[in-house]
């Protein structure tokens, strides 16, 4: 069964670090997304991104945060000042078409702000 | 804001017996919908998908949609311990370039 993969699964920063958050989609899917999880919430949209370029983000996706694809098999999501809100569960997702067609999560990276 | 309602629960069910779970949607424009299974601490995991008016069957799991009342269903029929965990109802938006999620409902199986 093919799977999304995700590096690290816990990543302990210090605030107003820089992290990077790895993910490696299933290899014939064309649509990438993070998504977010806080402790006891739900799961929430950061951003979707297809055809090298973000489709969508949300209102938590501002400008502390990044995507980017850059070779042919790794996506990642950049922080670049991390806050304490900002620990969660991220995860990655990818899918093979629009609708949602095989829509995989990764298993996430546990990121910790202190 | 669009939205995707679940009772939190916590749903207990005896074991052997049918677990149903209920989902309300507010975007008329969604195209898919998605159940989830997600245990504590680990990410979803996709149990059914649906497009269309109508049940779906997958062994043990049945996904019911009914697009004219926002409506999405799960029935689990034989519950097993290992089903307790908490459901995910998802849905995507009209733009389909997102899955936007209930807040889940805990599921707990008694033996």
């Known amino acids: 069964e093919p799977e999304v993969t995700q590096t690290p699964s816990h990543q302990v920063t210090q605030m107003g670090q820089e992290v990077i958050l790895r993910c490696v989609p299933i290899s014939n899917h064309l649509y990438f997304y993070w998504y977010r999880q806080i402790l006891g919430q739900k799961v929430e949209f950061l951003v979707s991104?297809?055809?090298?370029?973000?489709?969508?983000k949300s209102e938590i996706f501002d400008d502390q945060f990044s995507v980017e694809r850059p070779d042919g098999s790794n996506f990642t999501l950049k922080i670049r000042s991390t806050k304490l809100e900002d620990s969660a569960m991220y995860f990655c997702?990818?899918?093979?078409?629009?609708?949602?067609?095989?829509?995989?999560f990764g298993s996430g990276t546990r990121l910790t702000v202190v | 804001q669009k939205e995707v309602e679940q009772n939190s629960g916590p749903l207990s069910v005896p074991e052997g017996a049918i677990a149903s779970l209920n989902c309300t949607y507010s975007d008329r424009g969604s195209q898919s919908f998605f159940w989830y299974r997600q245990y504590s601490g680990k990410s979803p995991e996709l149990i059914m998908f649906?497009?269309?008016?109508g049940d779906k069957e997958d062994g043990r799991f049945t996904a019911q949609l009914n697009k004219a009342s926002q409506y999405v269903s799960l029935l689990i029929r034989d519950s097993q311990p290992s089903d307790s965990a908490t459901y995910l109802c998802a849905v995507t938006d009209s733009s389909a370039s997102k899955i936007i999620f209930g807040s889940g409902t805990r599921l707990s199986i008694r033996p």
């Open positions: 991104f297809y055809n090298n370029e973000i489709s969508e």
């Open positions: 997702a990818s899918s093979e078409s629009s609708r949602g067609v095989g829509y995989t």
């Open positions: 649906i497009y269309s008016n």
